[in-house]
């Protein structure tokens, strides 16, 4: 092993192992302290309208996501052993950290069809689905700054057209290119849509005033707007990457950065802004 080689090995081992700690130990805590926080300090019997589910079930599910969280830990840390007593070049070992990077994030998947169920329970439960007009204006501008939009557009455009160069002139008919700019629009159309539903879908939360409402809409349409320019951003550097014919490797470190910055920015996502309005006014 050459010193260039030996030098990528110890990248991707590191970021493989950052990755396993960061995403199914420190996340994992974190997200699960502050649901017993939740439970704790807002507790059933008295915030009865912030929950769907009775605390054993919420409780317990706790406990399932603590497993699988831990299951997925130590099916990376088996597979980091091996590949490292197998061997194995350093671009396996980055395709193999990004196949774990989907492994440990199962559990926060089903966390958040855990969440997306109990908001579909309470919105049942309390089925007034008409949004009235309490909020002064509903511009896309009066809940992120226009820099952010222009910024998000202009990463788009970017990508696409970085895609378009790469495909018609540096290396005609590199499907790579035309897969990832399809992947990219398909984000944009779901962001889109995303954004669209939050604005003028159904209000699915009753108990919430409007300036919550207004301070929650604000922090989800930041964050995917910014989520979005980021993964321009990215698809911009794998072709970029692609395009200079440099290592796989930085695009595997980049992509599991990538996914670590998504699970830290949405950590909070299912918390309500202020739990005290669901109290049980009987």
Request: aromatic share 16%; with cysteine.
């Amino acid at each position: 092993m050459n010193q260039f080689t030996e030098a990528h090995a110890i990248l991707v081992s590191f970021a493989f192992l950052f990755q396993l700690f960061f995403i199914s130990i420190f996340m994992s805590r974190a997200w699960r302290k502050s649901r017993q926080v939740l439970l704790n300090k807002y507790p059933q019997k008295v915030f009865a309208n912030l929950y769907a589910q009775d605390e054993e079930v919420e409780q317990k599910r706790l406990r399932v996501r603590q497993l699988f969280d831990y299951l997925a830990f130590t099916i990376g840390l088996v597979t980091f052993m091996a590949v490292q007593f197998a061997g194995t070049s350093p671009n396996s070992i980055a395709d193999w950290m990004l196949l774990i990077a989907l492994v440990q994030l199962s559990p926060m998947f089903i966390s958040a069809y855990w969440c997306n169920q109990n908001s579909q329970i309470l919105s049942k439960r309390y089925p007034k689905t008409i949004r009235t007009a309490q909020l002064e204006s509903n511009k896309l501008s009066d809940f992120i700054s226009k820099s952010k939009i222009m910024a998000s557009v202009a990463a788009y455009i970017i990508s696409l057209g970085f895609a378009a160069y790469t495909f018609l002139v540096a290396r005609p008919h590199e499907l790579k290119a035309v897969y990832l700019i399809a992947l990219s629009t398909t984000v944009v159309i779901y962001v889109c849509f995303l954004v669209w539903k939050l604005m003028y879908g159904q209000k699915k939360d009753h108990f919430i005033d409007q300036q919550e409402r207004a301070i929650k809409i604000s922090d989800t349409l930041n964050y995917l707007i910014v989520s979005l320019t980021a993964y321009s951003g990215f698809v911009t550097a794998v072709l970029t990457f692609n395009l200079f014919q440099l290592s796989d490797i930085y695009i595997g470190v980049l992509a599991s950065i990538f996914a670590q910055a998504i699970l830290f920015k949405t950590r909070n996502q299912y918390y309500p802004i202020n739990p005290s309005v669901y109290k049980d006014a009987r």
